[in-house]
């Protein structure tokens, strides 16, 4: 089932009627998910994912815009009847109930014509507990679970209903950091094994590029850039999406544009063309750096970090935005830890310029 976002806004009113603006939670989202797909709705705390996921489940109801299920527009549809399964990040399971009769309980609440029978709830309850492999604990309480089990007591209660939309909103967050890893890709794979077109929201970048098929980058209600994650990654359309994918982070420096020489300080370290002169934002990938005893970037030495088939070169510089300039390198190259300085040669494809005051991506080719 495709999913349309069609002007998609939602405007909060002011909290505070005399002093506060009101907030523009979501503002002009136009997007179309594709059927099957699992979706990755990534940005900061505030930017609008659950509000937009919201919107897409019924919970809120747009200041303006439509959303189409297929070629239904379902803007004005209830939750209920929108065929939609939600999964949020505390479990909400209903705690006096076993974990059959939580996910039971979608289907004893279906009417009319979707009435089932005992025995088709049954059947269809462990379907979807099977699914989330947790067949094998019906009988217990929620309070008998780890919170991965719990978690997956919600996926099978979102499933149960086979919705057409599954919607989660940051449901890996309770999690420890190992059941993270272990839970996100279980959801890919049942996402993969139903098909069922997926939106999910998170904050958190690795989570989002590891799952999707593709992410939508939001910040202030406004969306980004939409693409496959390491599209997105390898061609960032600002500098705030390249800042805010990849660990380590992007390193981002003051420079400028002179003469078809792209300068950190006086170190003239690539070629370009196409570029006007002008002050610019340099981003370099920490991957983006070779170390080069006649390198043209020249930086202070601080530390190095082995971690495991890599090294990262810690350094300093005086225009880099952040207190240190992070590169790994691989472990077999050379350092030589006794000298105060290191120099780097650049790669082109992993060097960014952004505009100065706009931040928006300036295009160049290499010379
Ligand atoms: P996210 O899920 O990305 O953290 P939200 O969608 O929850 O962000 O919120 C987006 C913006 O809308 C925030 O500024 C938030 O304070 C505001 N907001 C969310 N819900 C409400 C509400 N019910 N009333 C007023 N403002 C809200
Ligand atoms: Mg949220």
Do not use: W
């Not at 039971?104 to 049954?122: I, T, V, W, Y």
């Not at 919170?147 to 599954?166: E, F, H, S, T, Y």
């Not at 971690?307 to 300039?325: E, H």
């Amino acid at each position: 089932m495709k999913v349309v976002l069609q002007n998609l806004t939602k405007i909060f009113p002011s909290r505070d009627k005399k002093a506060g603006k009101e907030v523009v939670a979501v503002n002009d989202f136009t997007f179309e998910i594709p059927d099957g797909k699992l979706i990755g709705l990534l940005g900061p705390s505030g930017c609008g994912k659950s509000t937009t996921l919201y919107m897409i489940s019924g919970l809120q109801k747009p200041s303006s815009g439509r959303i189409f299920f297929g070629d239904d527009d379902v803007t004005e549809l209830s939750t209920e009847n929108r065929g939609i399964g939600l999964v949020f990040q505390n479990y909400a399971l209903y705690p006096h109930m076993t974990v059959k009769q939580n996910i039971l309980f979608p289907l004893q609440n279906l009417k009319g014509a979707d009435r089932l029978s005992k025995e088709e709830m049954l059947t269809r309850a462990y379907e979807a507990a099977k699914l989330v492999q947790i067949d094998e604990l019906m009988e217990r309480k929620p309070s008998e679970l780890s919170g991965g089990q719990q978690q997956r007591v919600a996926i099978a209660r979102a499933l149960v209903k086979m919705p057409r939309v599954l919607l989660l909103d940051e449901p890996l967050s309770n999690l420890d950091a190992r059941l993270r890893l272990q839970t996100r890709e279980e959801i890919r794979r049942i996402q993969k094994e139903t098909g069922i077109t997926t939106v999910f929201v998170t904050h958190d970048q690795e989570e989002a590029m590891s799952i999707s098929d593709m992410i939508v980058v939001m910040k202030l209600g406004v969306v980004q850039q939409i693409g496959k994650p390491q599209e997105v990654y390898e061609d960032p359309a600002n500098l705030f999406v390249a800042k805010f994918l990849g660990t380590p982070p992007i390193n981002v420096l003051d420079g400028r544009v002179q003469g078809g020489k792209v300068y950190i300080g006086n170190d003239a370290i690539l070629e370009v063309s196409g570029v006007a002169d002008q002050d610019v934002i340099v981003g370099i990938r920490p991957e983006g750096f070779e170390l080069n005893e006649n390198g043209a970037l020249h930086c202070q030495l601080s530390n190095v970090e082995v971690m495991g088939r890599d090294v990262s070169v810690v350094s300093t510089n005086p225009a880099s935005q952040n207190p240190f300039i992070r590169s790994i390198i691989d472990a077999d190259k050379r350092l030589d830890l006794g000298k105060q300085t290191v120099s780097y040669n650049v790669k082109p494809h992993k060097v960014f310029l952004f505009h100065r005051e706009t931040e928006e991506r300036i295009r160049y080719e290499v010379k």
